[in-house]
């Protein structure tokens, strides 16, 4: 995944929170996807961090990325937990 810092993480919220917030049977590969094409994610990488989000977000943090507007509405912690479930996933596909 290429730098951006703050505003990417953010945007990645915004996409996970817009996702998860379709329900449905494919609303993991629709996440995949937008992964792949929004952030420039190989298909390896947008697989793990769609599984490393589903892992660890509860439907109440979806919630609240989904009510965000900016980075400054995250709250810190839910910040720490996004970075967290990207760790893992940085060299995926390389």
């Known amino acids: 995944m290429r730098g951006g810092g703050g505003r990417a993480l953010v945007g990645l919220a915004v996409v996970v929170a817009l996702v998860a ?3 449905g049977a494919s ?3 629709q996440l995949v ?3 792949e094409s929004d952030f420039d994610m190989g298909p ?3 697989e793990c961090v769609a599984d490393q989000l589903y892992e660890r977000f509860s439907a109440d943090e979806i919630d609240a990325l989904r009510d965000a507007g900016s980075r ?3 709250p810190e912690d839910l910040l720490d937990q996004l970075r967290a ?3 893992p996933c940085a060299s995926a596909g390389s």
């Open 21 to 23: 917030g379709c329900g």
């Open 27 to 29: 609303e993991r590969e």
């Open 33 to 35: 996807d937008d992964l």
């Open 44 to 46: 390896e990488q947008a």
């Open 72 to 74: 400054d509405d995250v």
């Open 85 to 87: 479930a990207l760790t």
